[in-house]
């Protein structure tokens, strides 16, 4: 029912920036708490960033101030900048819903988007 559609991956050298996007599409009184995840091959799908409604923020320790989420709740958008990319930084990026305040809007909790890819060289 939630549909989320994730832009923004590209290749870039060490060092460089990009900024994903996750964009929703649900009803406008659901607004959804979202997380970044990304996924290297033969690794596990792993957590990045969260960002609640409320805009209460959680990250993986490995972000150490180089990424930072934010969201745009009228555009039910949620954003990922990231600086100061890493090689260990490429993998496939993905954005979920993971929680949501009205029991009218459960139904969307769990969605996953296609996944955007992020290749950073050295």
């Known amino acids: 029912q939630v549909q989320l559609v994730e832009s923004g991956g590209g290749s870039v050298e060490a060092g460089g920036s990009l900024r994903l996007s996750c964009a929703a599409s649900?009803?406008?009184?659901?607004?959804?708490?979202m997380a970044w995840y990304r996924q290297a091959p033969g690794k596990e799908r792993e957590f990045v960033s969260s960002?609640?409604?409320?805009?209460?923020?959680r990250n993986a320790d490995f972000v150490k101030g180089r990424f930072t989420i934010s969201q745009d709740n009228t555009a039910n958008t949620v954003y990922l900048q990231m600086n100061s990319l890493k090689p260990e930084d490429t993998a496939t990026y993905y954005c979920?819903?993971?929680?949501?305040?009205?029991?009218?809007?459960?139904?969307?909790?769990?969605?996953w988007g296609q996944g955007t890819q992020v290749t950073v060289s050295s």
């Open positions: 960002i609640a409604e409320s805009g209460k923020m």
């Open positions: 979920t819903t993971v929680g949501v305040r009205l029991r009218r809007c459960f139904s969307g909790v769990g969605a």
């Open positions: 649900a009803s406008s009184d659901c607004l959804y708490d």
